[in-house]
DNA sequence: CGTTAATCGAGACGGTACGTCCTGTCTTCGG
DNA sequence: CCGAAGACAGGACGTACCGTCTCGATTAACG
């Protein structure tokens, strides 16, 4: 093409291997939801198990933080699934995808990072870009009921988001828990929460 | 001992310092709380805080898990409050607890312990010992409430649990939320619970 | 080119460089000369010092070994000087030679090679096309000494070459040395080992 | 002992293991003396021969340097052979010394070290301490020969001594020479420095 | 009141992972 | 096709801890 743009310069020399990129973040993943915790997790396990050398890893990423950030943010699920007919069934949905889809590996995940953000703020405000939009799907469902008076008019959105979100958090503990179903555990939540636990 | 009982048989040599356990279990719960995880809390680390030999440590304790047991044994407050006037008061209440006291480092340590029992099978029944009783706790709170009729007749006890609990666990997540407030989080939560979301 | 003799078909594309072939040669030699060992002697050193990329090297030589052998052939002086009047000055310029002339890099090059032809017999006989026609000249110098009557008709003319060789390949030890001046040593050395250093 | 010295203060902690000390030593050795040159032995590859941790290497040298500099150290012969009965014998057995004994490992250390203390001043003077020594008695046969009349009064000490430790310093080369014998070299060397190679 | 024995702080032990650097090879572009 | 630039897998660097061990000194109860 003969024509302006010279749309990327292209640097000289060998281009990075797209197949070390994935293999590295795959790898990554799959440490993670082996039920590593983050600070177990070594540059020299996932340079292992992606074939990959260690300068490999550290000619893209700074250091641990920044590679897991980006494996996690490969996790955010493109919009999992904005509406159906109710602000119920739709909740229902939005919790069952916290869980073991689209990736099987994030409901393992998850919990592993918690207390990695808990550390501190600046940790907490790290993965912001990778939390916050799937709390904005499930806040305007949240919103979205209000408004068609499903839902409670006086509802405090951020404090339904929290309870919502808490117990599907702490659902790999309840695995083992002899009367809870962990494939039920959304819609059980949901339903809970919307009619309450006090008498009528 | 040529008196009777032989109470304790008291084995020979130098006794076990009574400040050196003391200064390990302040030392582990101090490291734990000052945001650690658990795989990066080292005995090392503990020793050297402690004032105290890595021998005297391992002296006492098979290893990092055995220790962080006992230590987190030391928190299990001794029957935070049982009863109040209302099921809402106390589970308020108890909520409150799992936070900020008795001990102000339970509510920094919590979430550090979840994705620790959250492994394995394993490692989630070997603090069972610790978690159930407080479970235990909020459980006859719940049931007495059935029982009086202050709560639902069909409500499923496990399942409220889990729902009152989550979001207590993820608190140190919201501090730095700009529209919740740590402090009212238990209040808010059983308000909310008790009401249900849905419009009436 | 629509003349006649295709001497060389020439192959299609670009010619290889000369002045890369010569380039690398001399980086080579200059790094050999500033008394790296052989081992520490890296491809990549070679390749910056010549403003070249490593794989213009590697296209041209198998490896270090291949490339190493073809810069001290380079050196190898062609002919440094058959004949004087007297076999004593013949030794003279002919251990001067192994010394600073005619490349000065000669004599910083040798005390480097040396660990390397002792590493195994495959090394030693890889530089023995370079070695033995400079030990051949000595030789017949020392041969000629021994038939016009100049020097002991029973002469074992290897062990001699082995310690007219000698110390000069050590010279560079002795160049802090300060009771010995490196220039004059070949005259020296072959002075005393006309002589004998025993008592008349 | 009630009397005064404080021999060794002894520091506290876990002394330092004599087996590591040695075993490190004994690799360094062995590693060198299997043709490996100073600058391609590893610390890594002279920690795991020895069966010792990086760390307990780095505890007791600076680094790879001061490691080779105490190896060699060790093989610095406790005056190898002070006097015989004529000045002939003495030469042929210090000489012989340079060689395969006492420690076998020798011969095959010495020429790698060779351009090692060859790179620069700094890192022949470092090797003094080791090399002036066994020069030392070398010299002082000499002396004493002059002395007895046995060798020519005007004899250049330094330069006789560089003739003499060359081509032992070479002999690893001349092994697979077809004309020569290394066992025998010392002795020939020191017949022929004696007698000179001019005809009488 | 000296013996005995398990304790203490301290720190060296064999290891493992760190993040950096350099190896020799491979792969892209522009000349 | 060549040349430079540089990414690739691999491996050694020197550091920092790991959990275990070994040391001299301490500290009680027992004989």
Do not use: F
């Amino acid at each position: 093409m003969s024509s302006a743009v010279a749309d990327t310069p292209r640097s000289p020399g060998r281009p990075r291997s797209v197949r070390a990129d994935e293999a590295i973040i795959e790898a990554t993943l799959d440490l993670l939801a082996e039920g590593m915790s983050v600070d177990v997790l070594s540059i020299e396990a996932i340079a292992a198990r992606a074939g990959v050398g260690k300068a490999t890893i550290y000619r893209r990423w700074s250091g641990k933080d920044a590679l897991m950030h980006d494996a996690l943010a490969t996790l955010k699920a493109p919009a999992p699934l904005p509406e159906g007919k109710s602000v119920r069934d739709d909740l229902v949905l939005l919790l069952s995808h916290v869980g073991p889809q689209p990736d099987p590996r994030l409901a393992a995940i998850m919990p592993c990072i918690l207390p990695h953000v808990t550390r501190s703020e600046e940790h907490y405000k790290a993965y912001q870009d990778i939390i916050e939009p799937r709390r904005n799907v499930v806040r305007s469902v949240l919103q979205r009921g209000v408004d068609s008076g499903e839902l409670r008019a006086d509802l405090d959105l951020e404090l339904t988001l929290a309870m919502l979100i808490g117990p599907v958090l702490i659902q790999r503990v309840l695995r083992w828990h002899p009367d809870l179903d962990a494939d039920k555990l959304p819609a059980q939540v949901v339903d809970l929460i919307m009619a309450g636990i006090a008498a009528r």
